[in-house]
Nanobody, 117 residues
Framework: QVQPVESGGGLVQAGGSLRLSCAAS????????MSWYRQTPGKEREWVAT???????MYADSVKGRFTISGENAKNTVFLQMSSLKPEDTAVYYC???????????WGQGTQVTVSS
């Protein structure tokens, strides 16, 4: 792999759950953290959640309490457990592996999440 690969997207009804996965085992730079973003057509990409290599998790206010990010450092793998989904969660979800020294990032191609009302 030369970029992260997302999986787990799909179509669910409001109130349902999905678990997204991101595999970045092919990334060779030193990864300091991994993040999830989402984007809908015509809108800017929105940050959703981050987990650092030290295990610190951070969430956007819009998903806090509903989404949980977790990871496995040894395999450069990250997950996003999404619960109590809302129609406004509908987007393409992207995984990013990143470092800050020097700044580097590698993006996946995204996985579609659609939440029906």
């Amino acid at each position: 792999q030369v970029q992260p690969v997302e999986s787990g997207g799909g179509l669910v009804q409001a109130g349902g759950s999905l678990r997204l996965s991101c595999a970045a085992s092919g990334i060779i730079f030193n990864i300091n953290g991994m993040s999830w973003y989402r984007q809908t057509p015509g809108k800017e990409r929105e940050w959703v959640a981050t987990i650092t290599s030290g295990g610190t998790a951070m969430y956007a206010d819009s998903v806090k309490g509903r989404f949980t990010i977790s990871g496995e450092n040894a395999k450069n793998t990250v997950f996003l457990q999404m619960s109590s989904l809302k129609p406004e969660d509908t987007a393409v979800y992207y995984c990013k592996a990143w470092s800050n020294a020097p700044p580097r990032a590698s993006w996946g191609q995204g996985t579609q999440v659609t939440v029906s009302s």
